[in-house]
């Protein structure tokens, strides 16, 4: 209910609208569920409900996109994956990453990884952009973008690594 409140806040929703929404146990997830009724209802003044109603019909078009960008991520991941190719499981690739970034850190003749711009990265990155967006729209990430965001951090180093 943390982002609900700070989303609200960071659309420039009063207090009393914030504190109808948690009152209501309104998270982001149900916003897609909002009618004009409801709206109406936790929003008193037409102004401040449809500076309301145009931001949630942005992040929901904002999850869409998301959305569509990840489900096709995940069915070319498939499809494309070294591990499958490999014959690898999870298990055994975790494992061999993992001693393999320990091997870099313990290697003291090895140059030391290289600066990169954070916000390039993820612009460049097909996922990257839908944790960027995501940032803008609530100013936080939850969980699974945080996971998406370390997941193309630690791409970035291994790719470095195994070109070096």
Known sequence: MEETSVLLHSWGMPPE?????????????KFKD???????ELCPHIGQRITLKTHIHELLDSFAETETTD???????DAN??????????????????????????????????????HTL???????????????SFKILN??????????IIKHIYTYIVNK
């Open 17 to 29: 609208v914030v504190k109808s929404f948690l009152d209501n146990d309104l998270s982001i997830e």
């Open 81 to 118: 994956s070294p591990k499958s190719n490999l014959g690898l499981d999870d298990s055994n690739l975790s494992l061999s990453l993992l001693n393999d970034i320990t091997n870099i850190f313990e290697d003291t003749n090895r140059p030391p990884l290289p600066e990169f711009d954070m």
């Open 143 to 152: 969980a699974k973008k945080r996971n998406i965001l370390v997941d193309i």
């Open 122 to 136: 993820l612009q460049t990155s097909a996922h990257g952009n839908s944790v960027l967006n995501y940032y803008k």
């Open 71 to 77: 489900t096709t991520m995940d069915m070319n991941k």
């Open 34 to 40: 909002l009618t004009d009724a409801y709206l109406k």
